[in-house]
């Protein structure tokens, strides 16, 4: 029977008979990187005008018109503040683990890993768009991004490991706590979050990539370099 990576297994003996120390910190490496990706990426940031990284980088909708597509990916690597990428980081650190573990440890597994991360990112900030189209708004941030390992982690947990069914419990209680919170973020602002300070949230972006994690996960399981074990749902 294949190992799934949310099934608890005995702890590891030395000759001796005592219990082998796990490692406090043993998140998967692309877990790990996408973290530092975040933070590091807004500490490279920072040495840099904010006008002119913005200006140049940042992703609005009506950068589309004129042919400005590159932005749609080069805002995912951008950030607010601290708060913004702390936040953000840590829960990228959180809901990278179950796709990491998926794809595995190898260059193929960490390509499929950072591919479905920029996917969702970019599927998140064209939903921006579609709402809001030939708005002069400007949006950065991973948060787009993170909420499609957040659905992707939620079709995982329901299918042991695997992607389960579309609408299975974790999907259905994490996808409605996530509406509940971006529906507040819609109606009060998101002044009360970590970093956002007076700058708007991009709450629609938010949601489309959840909505985008858990779609693609099944098409992406299909890739993945393990050949046996459940078949992913559709």
């Known amino acids: 029977m294949t190992e799934s990576p ?22 998967p490496w692309q877990a790990v990187a996408v973290t530092i990706l975040i933070v590091g990426g807004y500490a490279i940031q920072r040495q840099f005008p904010v006008d002119a990284i913005e200006n140049a980088y940042a992703f609005a909708p009506a950068n589309l018109v004129p042919g400005r597509w590159e932005t749609v990916i080069t805002a995912i690597f ?14 990228a ?25 920029l996917l969702t990112g970019v599927l998140a900030n064209l939903g921006f768009a579609a709402v809001h189209p030939g708005s002069p708004a400007l949006i950065v941030g991973a ?4 909420s499609g390992l957040m659905g992707a982690s939620a079709r995982l947990i329901g299918g042991g490991g695997r992607p389960g069914p579309m609408f299975s419990k974790p999907v ?6 996530w509406l ?31 909505a985008a994690g858990v779609l693609l996960i099944g098409p992406f399981a299909r890739l993945a ?10």
């Open 6 to 27: 949310f099934e608890e297994t005995p702890p590891q003996q030395k000759p001796d008979g005592r219990p082998v120390r796990e490692p406090v910190f043993n998140a």
């Open 172 to 177: 259905i209680s994490m996808g409605a706590a």
């Open 143 to 146: 948060s787009g991004a993170v």
């Open 78 to 91: 951008l950030h607010g503040g601290w708060a913004h990428a702390m936040m953000n980081g840590a829960f």
């Open 180 to 210: 509940i919170i971006n529906a507040i973020i819609a109606l009060v602002g998101g002044s009360f979050l970590p970093g956002a300070g007076s700058a708007g949230v991009a709450w629609e972006a938010h949601l489309v990539g959840f």
């Open 93 to 117: 650190l959180a809901f990278s683990t179950p796709l990491a573990r998926l794809f595995g440890p190898k260059l193929e597994g960490g390509l499929l890993f950072f591919s479905f991360y």
């Open 225 to 234: 370099p393990h050949g046996e074990g459940p078949q992913p749902s559709p």
